[in-house]
């Protein structure tokens, strides 16, 4: 499995020249790390003095932020292996009508799966950039530059992931499917990029000397 390999293994196979792990996996890797960031930032709040205040919310924010992290490791893997099913229907034998059709059928299937995996994933990074909004105004001040970069992972694990989305729907046939799927994908571009801004500016006005 792709996660269990080092970072150093990862990267390499990233590097080669198989078509997976690709875009896909690294959106979802991104999201583990927005994730692992972001319970970072809550361990640092929780029992220092001067937040004792936020001290439930940075628990229940670490508590989630764990269980994102370990739904985007799993989705690591899952994103290459939905790409590898609708690969192996294109190899699937066409010498007859009949083959071709349950070739057709099977190759749409996949990709609607295929388009479905990522989509989820992009859906999960946006729900964390609440979790980490929360985190980045209400957490250690020593750690909100940590914030902020698990915004921005968290922001290209949705906007890497709706690229996976859209380029599995241009391949499909059911247009309902595929304009129901490409306009969440464009709302939730939008409101992606405008949290990570409104955050972003925030802090930075905040650090600015």
Known sequence: MLVDLTVKDFLDKVAGSDPVPG????AALNGAIASALAAMVASLTIGKKGYETHEE???????IAVQSKNVFVEDIDRDSE???SVFACFKMPKASDEEKAARSTAIQEA???AALIPMQVARN???????????ARLGNRNAVTDACVAMMAARSAVLGALMNVRINLASLKDKEFVSKLQNEADALEQHACE???ELLD???LELKV
Do not use: P, Q, W
Request: glycine letters at 6%; hydrophobic letters at 45%; charged letters at 30%.
């Open 82 to 84: 939905a790409y590898d």
């Open 195 to 197: 949290k990570e801004k």
């Open 125 to 135: 990074a946006y729900e964390l950039m609440n979790i980490i909004m929360d985190v």
């Open 202 to 204: 925030e802090i930075n």
């Open 111 to 113: 990709t609607k799966f």
């Open 57 to 63: 919310l940075m628990r229940h924010i670490f508590d």
């Open 23 to 26: 875009g896909g996996s690294v």
